[in-house]
Every structure is written in C-alpha cells, then in structure tokens.
C-alpha cells in the first residue's frame, strides 16, 4: 500500500471518528448544519447525499450478503413484493434488462423455489410470475436484518436527532414517491 493510500486511509478513519462523535454528543442538529436557500447550497447537499446513500446501500449489502441472493435476483423479488406478479416483459422493463437476461434470471429463481409462473386466467398466452412464501420468506429475513443493522446505527443519535431524520425521510419519501410516478 503506498504512502498516498495510507494517508487518505487515515484521514477518511479520522473523519468518520470525528463524525460518531459529533452524533454521540449532539442531540440537537450542529449550528453549522449548512443550509439550502441558494443553488450552490442545494448542490453540496445532494453531493453529501449522494455519498451517504452509496454509504448506506454499500453497508445495508453486507446484511443481504447473508441472504444467498445475488443483488440482481433481490431486486426482481423485491419488485414483485411491491406490484404483485408481473409478465416477464413487465418485470424485465421495472428491472431496466432486457427480456432474456429475466427469463433466465426467473428461471433460477424458480428452481431455486422463489417464483412461480402462473398462467394469465384471461389470455391463455400470457404467463405471470409470482412470488412464492419462501421468496416472501427470504425477503422478510432480509428487511428484518437490514432493520436490525439500521436500529443499531441509529442508536448513538439522540431524540432530537431523531425527529429531524424522521422528518428528512418524509421529505425523501415524498420527493422518491413523486418520481416513482
């Protein structure tokens, strides 16, 4: 490891050391907490949010590490979980892959006993696929891990902090929310 490489190691360890402290000893937000009136303020808060959501999917990961599920196969499970069975085609387009990249995927999570093809009660031609209650199964065990995980990092933040994290993620939801449509 070169001496750059350390050196950066180093000063991203003493960043997050001097961040766990700050949350340990505040409840309240900072006073220097930046904030978002003008355009330049808005783009260093979406620069930080960026880093913190990489941040949280790269550690919220490790827990679905322990599912056995590649992330590809947890995101079409997920999908279904959240709209019900889908076409394949459905499924491939909500996923952003291509129709045989979804067969084969559905494939193998059919052998793996995750999905079901059902056949469409209307059109004979169209099949649908579904989940099965061990991938209904395997998708609680995963949120219930990730949940565990986030319950422990929120911990060290106090009740003030809290509440303004609750309120941030209500304007996140609304902002996810209004894309999603």
Known sequence: MGKKSKSRDKEREQRKEAARSDA??????????????????????ATRLNTVAIHLVRRLSRE?????LTPARLSALSALAATGPL?????????????PSMTRLVTAMEQ????ERVPSAQ???????????????????????????????????????????????????????????
């Open 64 to 68: 679905d590490a322990t599912l056995d």
């Open 123 to 181: 059109d004979g031609r169209k099949v649908f696929v579904r989940l099965t209650d061990s991938g209904r199964s395997v998708l609680g065990t995963g949120q219930d891990r990730r949940v565990r995980a986030l319950v422990s990092w929120l911990k060290p933040i106090g009740s003030d902090g809290l509440k303004i994290m609750d309120e941030a993620t209500v304007l996140l939801e609304t902002v996810l929310r209004d894309e999603a449509t």
């Open 24 to 45: 340990i000893r505040t409840e309240a937000p900072r006073v220097d907490a930046p904030r978002v009136d003008k355009h330049g303020d808005r783009e260093r808060l």
């Open 112 to 115: 793996d006993g995750l999905v």
């Open 87 to 99: 076409t394949l085609g459905s499924l491939a387009h909500t996923e952003h892959v291509t129709a």
